[in-house]
DNA sequence: ACAGGAACTTA
DNA sequence: GTAAGTTCCTGTT
């Protein structure tokens, strides 16, 4: 995308007093603007996918606006092979093939180009940066100042004193001291640095292993990829081996990464001149293409498509027009901080009559119990934002306004339902501000949950990758501003000037994300309804979930994390009398060496890194035939119970509410799960006797009573709904025990003839075809042999044939979309899907098989606790409270003396939260604790 | 002080 | 075979 010059950038000087030669890497843009989200949208009414061009022209337009006086070509690769791959015939070989969707936006652009005046080369044979370096050699060798947009990093190579590159993506120049300082090495060592590390995505081979520290720690010693290769002997260690075995080929490497700069051109650059525009075709291409703001600039008189726009903080609308505006850059941007009333009057007055407006909180944690309210930050329009700081308490910090007095100003705007809250991760804020007594409602946007409901794979959704994925934007990083580790400051301490442009730059950014985010999320009408329905509603519920922590009884854990402390010294007594010698039994590595060279026990797998390894089901397996394995098992599990659990729990409980206090996290998961952090209550353990101990300690207020409801089998339900198969479906409205079921049809026996082994047997089976089984996966599962597996998986899909076709379409339609969804229309893609690499593909496959189920099961119970809240809000009673959810089970709190009908009401409430084919069964327990409750 | 791997916990 | 998070150790900053 591009981007005008940003008042935060840094050491950006753009020569306008020459006449620079510009050469376009048009390639490059046409690759870059295919796979902005927010432009590939863009189509004409009669289907013709137009934002790629769209793309192209916005670059093209700000550069000419940044080199108003710049003679531009613009370069595109040619068609078909090129020289390169009659050197190397599996050149760029893994490439799949350019889709149609982009191919057939060439002609087009190449016409409107062409129309624009501007000279347009297309040369067969070469690649595009060969003609960028033919055309650049010549100019250098002239004296002429000349800038090359590409956001190919193997052009640095051509960089020279009178040759720049420029970012198409940042705006950022590059000279020679900007290619040593960016890459570790100088221009003409750049070929060198390519060949040794190589290129996956062209399939040009370097040297194993070698990735950019490597190359540059061995061109800083030895110059040169000719001085690597004469000193390639002296390389110590593994990656010394994999010099050596490269070196045949790292000359062949060293040619396909030089741009060739000799190739035979008709014209030089100087005859390469713009014309004039033909002003009537383009009208009429324009008119094709349906680009209605290219097309009334033209009328208007202007020749560029420069994007300048102030955007509307009005929630954009959904259409592609509007879609077009929406690619704006990361322009000018006037910040102000506000340390008088009367400024604070005036952007008061502002807020209140806006309909949105974004804002953000900085405070002195990231952890919302502890956090501190520093100051508040509000954008209402792009690259217009306030910063008021509140609580800055440094050495000579300025005088602030009174914050209580402000926020009682900021109460009724914030809790207001009319205007709309946009934000990122509002959970937080909302969090934070509700410890002043301020309840923030009309939440409405959060930046963060629309890219995750856009595409929850194709980024981490904070915002600087946020800003950077969608606008292109390099934000400024905390840590810039606070430092880091151990001295880093909090935000009270930091500088009121520095902070301001931070904090304000957050709301700003933030107003600007929404503003590219949500129309490419509104384009897709399910995933739109995933962000409305779903996940914006459950917001405030998990922030009141949150805040509401859980009890637990930190003397029971501190007597555990006693007696497991006594039986762990016992444990280590004994391992140490075992081995013979004393060691830490908590190492992998000094176990490896005990267990397998001086007790010589045989290794039977091996770690990925090639280590022998001493995981459970190793141990679990030497442990029929040695001592020593079983004391290390019994001493991981339990130290791992006393580590995270007993020891850590009490140490959590919040000194202010004497509760546990967890972040669930909306915005983590590919599949649309929550997880939970700080901690993790999503894995307390269960499984073994000691672990369900812990659950003990999570214990009921007076009077109250822990209930516990979770949903059964409800993976398999929503595989019966989807696939529709007969058989399964029968099951379920029958009521039957499916696993006992499914053992019936698999061993052919009557459903009360199913002993305990067949039904464990298919209790595996219907796992595994949650998780997308393979016969491997289940022989191993079941200690069975392959064969014996395949027969299983074989009977199965003959006795549920509806499954089979279901796994069938679903991968089918994974392959030809790239994405699979749940019944509500949540989306994950999945990229690994057409992945040569078939271990990755396989594993994209059985992702993309689980994603459906795991996922529906996400959305029901979202949307089981959505239909709770509002009813616990209805109710208005203090008495009920939910606490928890562990992704299949909603935990509550229900006072003693309504807890019956409570709970009926509430399994009700999870029965009916959705409609499937199946039915939908919740079980519930009641006990003073967690575990009784289960 | 931090990053990555291995191990262990859950649904 | 799916999806997560935390702790500990180890080797590098």
């Known amino acids: 995308m591009t981007t005008s010059q940003s008042s935060t950038s840094e050491n950006n000087t753009i020569e306008s007093t020459k006449s620079p030669l510009i050469l376009v890497d048009g390639s490059s843009y046409l690759f870059r603007a295919y796979h902005v989200p927010y432009l590939q949208a863009l189509s004409t009414a009669d289907g013709q996918p137009t934002g790629a061009i769209t793309g192209v022209l916005n670059m093209l337009g700000s550069l000419k606006k940044d080199y108003p006086n710049g003679n531009i070509i613009v370069i595109f690769d040619a068609k078909g092979k090129t020289f390169r791959n009659d050197m190397y015939p599996e050149y760029k070989a893994n490439r799949p093939p350019m889709p149609d969707e982009l191919r057939s936006q060439i002609a087009p652009l190449h016409e409107i180009i062409t129309a624009m005046g501007l000279p347009l080369l297309v040369i067969p044979d070469v690649e595009a940066d060969d003609v960028i370096g033919t055309l650049a050699k010549q100019a250098d060798e002239q004296g002429m100042e000349t800038v090359i947009s590409t956001g190919d990093k193997d052009m640095a190579q051509l960089v020279t004193p009178h040759v720049r590159l420029i970012n198409t993506m940042t705006n950022v120049e590059m000279d020679v001291a900007g290619v040593s300082e960016k890459f570790g090495v100088r221009p003409d060592q750049i070929i060198d640095y390519l060949a040794l590390m190589g290129d996956k995505v062209d399939n040009i081979p370097g040297v194993v292993k070698c990735g950019p520290k490597t190359a540059v720690k061995w061109l800083a010693e030895h110059g040169t990829l000719e001085g690597v290769i004469a000193n390639a002997d002296k390389v110590k260690g593994k990656i010394g081996e994999n010099l050596r075995e490269a070196l045949e080929q790292l000359p062949l490497s060293y040619q396909l990464a030089t741009i060739k700069c000799d190739v ?3 014209q030089s650059a100087e005859q390469l001149a713009a014309s004039e525009p033909d002003v009537e075709a383009l009208t009429a291409l324009y008119q094709k293409f349906e680009l209605k703001r290219l097309l009334a600039d033209l009328t208007k008189g202007k020749t560029s498509a420069n994007n300048t726009e102030v955007v509307k903080a009005a929630a954009p609308k959904n259409s592609a027009s509007e879609v077009e505006v929406i690619a704006a850059e990361v322009g000018e941007s006037q910040y102000d901080i506000i340390l008088d009333q009367a400024l604070f ?16 909180t900085e405070t002195t944690s990231v952890d919302y119990m ?20 509140l609580m800055h308490d440094y050495a000579d910090a300025p005088e602030q306004l009174d914050r209580d007095w402000v926020l009682a100003q900021l109460k009724p705007l914030l809790e207001s339902t009319e205007i ?12 934070v501000l509700s410890q002043y007594n301020i309840e923030v409602k009309g939440i409405a946007f959060d930046t963060m949950i629309e890219s995750y409901c856009y595409n929850s794979v194709a980024t981490r959704h904070n915002m600087d990758a946020l800003a950077l994925k969608y606008l292109g934007y390099s934000t400024v990083h905390f840590e810039d501003i606070a430092g880091k580790g151990a001295k880093q400051l909090t935000f009270n301490q930091i500088d009121i000037e520095k902070a301001g442009h931070y904090a304000a730059e957050d709301a700003d950014i933030t107003l600007r994300l929404h503003q590219a985010i949500f129309p490419a999320l509104a384009q897709s009408e399910k995933p739109l309804s995933v962000f409305n329905d779903i996940e914006m509603p459950l917001l405030p519920v998990l922030a009141r979930m949150e805040q509401g922590g859980v009890l637990i009884d930190s003397d029971v854990l501190d007597q555990q994390s006693h007696s497991l402390g006594q039986r762990l010294d016992e444990l280590e007594i004994e391992a140490h009398n ?8 908590g190492s992998p590595k000094q176990l490896q060496q005990i267990l397998f060279e001086e007790l010589k026990i045989p290794v039977i797998k091996k770690t990925p890194k090639g280590a022998p390894s001493t995981a459970e089901e190793v141990l679990q397996e030497l442990a029929l035939d040695y001592p020593l394995p079983k004391v290390i098992l019994e001493n991981r599990g339990l130290s791992k119970l006393k580590s995270t659990y007993t020891d850590k729990l009490p140490l959590m409980v919040s000194p202010k509410t004497g509760r546990l206090h967890t972040s669930y996290h909306q915005a983590v998961t590919a599949t649309g799960r929550l997880s939970s952090t700080e901690p993790n209550l999503q894995n307390i353990p269960i499984r073994s006797e000691q672990g369900r101990k812990i659950r003990q300690a999570f214990i009921a207020p007076k009077d109250h009573k822990i209930v516990a409801i979770d949903y059964s089998q409800i993976e398999l339900r929503i595989m019966a709904h989807l696939s529709n198969d007969k058989g399964l479906v029968t099951a379920f409205s029958e009521g039957k025990d499916i696993h006992k079921a499914t053992a019936a049809e698999i061993f052919a026996v009557e459903l009360d003839e199913v002993t305990t082994d067949q039904r464990r047997s298919a209790k595996a089976i219907n796992f595994g075809l949650i998780y997308g089984m393979s016969a491997f996966g289940l022989a191993k599962q079941l200690n069975i042999g392959r064969q014996q597996a395949q027969e299983y998986q074989d009977k199965y899909f003959q006795r549920y044939p509806g499954v089979l076709t279901y796994m069938e379409d679903t991968r089918q339609q994974a392959t030809e979309q790239g994405y699979v969804e749940t019944i509500f229309g949540r989306r994950l893609y999945l990229p690994d899907i057409n992945a040569k690499n078939g271990m990755r593909k396989k594993a994209a496959e059985r992702a993309a098989i689980n994603a459906p189920m795991q996922g529906t099961a996400a959305d029901i119970i979202k949307k089981a606790m959505l239909a709770v809240d509002q009813w616990l809000l209805e109710q208005n009673d203090d008495r009920v409270k939910m606490t928890m959810q562990v992704h299949d089970e909603l935990i509550f709190e229900i006072h003693q003396d309504i807890v019956e009908e409570t709970t009926q009401k509430l399994v ?19 006990g003073d604790n967690w575990d009784e409750a289960h």
């Open 420 to 431: 709309k809250k946009i934000g990122q991760n509002l959970k937080y804020d909302a969090n």
């Open 578 to 585: 075992l081995a013979g010698k004393s060691f830490n039994l």
């Open 264 to 266: 035979e051109l008709e």
């Open 370 to 389: 502890k956090a501190e309210l520093v100051g508040l930050s509000f954008a209402i329009e792009a690259g217009k934002a306030a910063y008021v700081p």
């Open 908 to 926: 009700a409430l999870m029965n009916n939260a959705v409609e499937l084919s199946v039915p939908l069964i919740a079980e519930y327990g009641i």
């Open 345 to 360: 009057e005036q952007w008061l007055d502002k807020l209140n009559s806006s309909i949105a407006f974004a804002f953000d």
